[in-house]
């Protein structure tokens, strides 16, 4: 199979499979007599495990310790889901952050008057001033 194909059946461009064999996270393709690179089904199984892995949130680097238990005829479920349960931890983590985040732009947003003058409570925050009263020294 050509990278095109490949590039269709998987979802993937030809620059990201590229980029995946470039990085060594995939097997290595055959190449043909003139030179392209030819897939295999093995091929086939490793892009399509990363790109449903990069869907999920898993990182390169956790992409290739899957695909290192993918290609382990003696690994054990209990850990790649022991993987997976470290990942929604950490998706767990970061929409706890999000949240935190979004709600300290709703307190700006409550106290910014939003009108036509200048003073701007948002602006004020976030460079960690306050705007002094007209005579107070």
């Given at each position: 199979m050509n990278i095109s194909q490949v590039a269709e059946k998987t979802g993937l461009s030809s620059k990201a499979i590229r980029f995946y064999e470039e990085k060594g996270l995939i097997t290595p393709p055959n190449r043909s007599l003139n030179g392209y690179r030819t897939y295999n089904s093995r091929n086939i199984e490793e892009l399509t495990l990363l790109r449903q892995a990069r869907l999920?949130?898993?990182?390169?680097?956790?992409?290739?310790?899957?695909?290192?238990?993918?290609?382990?005829?003696?690994?054990?479920?209990?850990?790649?889901?022991?993987?997976?349960?470290?990942?929604?931890?950490?998706?767990?983590?970061?929409?706890?952050?999000?949240?935190?985040?979004r709600e300290r732009l709703m307190e700006l947003?409550?106290?910014?008057?939003?009108?036509?003058?200048?003073?701007?409570?948002i602006i004020d925050s976030f460079t960690g001033c306050c705007k002094q009263k007209k005579g107070a020294n």
């Amino acid at each position: 199979m050509n990278i095109s194909q490949v590039a269709e059946k998987t979802g993937l461009s030809s620059k990201a499979i590229r980029f995946y064999e470039e990085k060594g996270l995939i097997t290595p393709p055959n190449r043909s007599l003139n030179g392209y690179r030819t897939y295999n089904s093995r091929n086939i199984e490793e892009l399509t495990l990363l790109r449903q892995a990069r869907l999920v949130g898993f990182t390169l680097e956790e992409c290739k310790e899957l695909l290192a238990l993918f290609h382990n005829a003696d690994r054990r479920s209990a850990d790649v889901k022991a993987r997976t349960l470290e990942k929604v931890s950490d998706i767990d983590n970061h929409i706890a952050e999000l949240t935190q985040m979004r709600e300290r732009l709703m307190e700006l947003v409550a106290l910014c008057p939003g009108d036509n003058g200048a003073d701007c409570p948002i602006i004020d925050s976030f460079t960690g001033c306050c705007k002094q009263k007209k005579g107070a020294n």
